[in-house]
């Protein structure tokens, strides 16, 4: 078969008639001639005629029936079609708005060359940061949404953070055992619940 209308509509083969229906209305604005002048509206009308071929079938769901009888099945879900699909577009989306912020800034500093190379150049380093920071969360969500555990090997900053936050937390103790009424509420305490006197026992007898 030389024609793939999943492929034309740029969608799975599970996909849902919503998509279809969403991916036709995209393409057909997307590469209508009227838009374009010259060659490129002879190659987007022909374009279009095979986009509202492959919508005709697609949206018929006998058509369609009929039509996956001659494709080989694909081992892909809808779902996880669908949410790839909607992470393909958000990305899109953002990389446009990124490249369009670019260009306006580049435009703004235009006539200062030496600052804006370097503002350019820093700016496009962000828009890297961004798009690839993008792509490791939608990456993270997904294996969280399939059901996967994300766990983050620890750097000994994270042990230093933790040792400190402990030093503090018993140097903050330290100092209101120094302060009458709190130094005995915590001896009454401990003389008159047996829990918390075995378990300060114990703790000190283990470093003595």
């Known amino acids: 078969m030389d024609k793939n209308y999943y492929e034309i509509l740029e969608i799975n083969n599970n996909a849902s008639q919503e998509i279809v229906e969403k991916a036709y209305k995209t393409l ?14 002879i190659e987007y009308e ?3 005629k095979k986009i509202n071929e492959a919508y005709e079938v697609l949206s018929d769901p006998e058509k369609r029936a009929n039509y996956d009888t001659t494709l ?3 081992s892909i879900s809808a779902e996880d079609y669908e949410t790839l699909y909607r992470q393909k577009e958000y990305m ?13 800034n580049y435009q703004s500093n235009q006539t200062f060359s030496n600052k804006s190379n370097a503002n350019n150049q820093n700016y496009q380093e962000q828009i890297n940061n961004a798009i690839n920071k993008a792509y490791h969360d ?21 042990y230093v953070a933790a040792f400190m936050t402990i030093l503090v937390l018993i ?33 000190f007898g283990f470093f003595n």
């Open 92 to 104: 899109k989306q953002r990389i446009t708005r990124m490249e369009q912020q670019q260009q306006n």
């Open 28 to 41: 057909a604005k997307k590469y209508h001639p009227d838009l374009q002048e010259g060659s490129k509206k």
């Open 138 to 158: 939608a990456y993270i969500q997904d294996l969280k949404r399939r059901g996967y555990k994300i766990k983050y090997k620890k750097s000994w900053r994270d």
């Open 72 to 74: 080989p099945k694909t």
């Open 171 to 203: 140097i903050i103790f330290s100092v209101l055992l120094q302060i009458p009424p709190i130094k005995n509420y915590f001896i009454e305490l401990y003389n008159s619940n047996i829990l918390i006197r075995t378990i300060v026992d114990v703790f």
């Open 46 to 48: 022909e374009k279009l």
